[in-house]
């Protein structure tokens, strides 16, 4: 299941290039996670500057990233870069630390104690 990204302009009218760009960049970083339920990228321009805004959510995930830069494709690099940081500081915090049972993680004690020397 393919979480579908939403790309947007606000106050400009996007190329489809850009939209085509955003949306394969993110793709790649959502992925087939399924605990993601939205993404969205909205961009914008300030004068001179770039700004591109990245939104993921999804069950217990809320990612936001904003980036500014001089060229549009480089403030879409730098926000979907640091929503990437954000969800997989996630995911990692939400793997499963219990892989050993409790039969093999008593052995390994009993294997570390017999080769100390307490004395």
């Known amino acids: 299941m393919s979480v579908a990204v939403t790309v947007s302009g606000r106050h400009l009218e996007l190329t489809d290039a850009m939209k085509k760009y955003a949306e394969e960049k ?3 970083v959502v992925g087939d996670r399924h605990k993601i339920t939205r993404a969205e990228v909205v961009v914008s321009r300030e ?11 999804g069950k ?17 690099d730098g926000a979907v870069a640091k929503v990437d940081r954000q969800i997989e500081r996630y995911f990692d915090k939400k793997q499963d ?6 039969g093999e993680m008593s052995a390994m004690i009993e294997e570390t104690a017999v080769g100390d020397d307490w004395e």
């Not at 217990?60 to 879409?76: F, Q, S, T």
């Open 47 to 57: 004068k001179t500057r770039s700004k591109a805004e990245v939104i993921v959510t």
């Open 97 to 102: 630390h219990h892989k050993t049972s409790h």
């Open 60 to 76: 217990k995930l809320d990612a936001e990233a904003i980036c500014e830069a001089y060229d549009m494709y480089e403030a879409i």
């Open 26 to 28: 993110l793709s790649a």
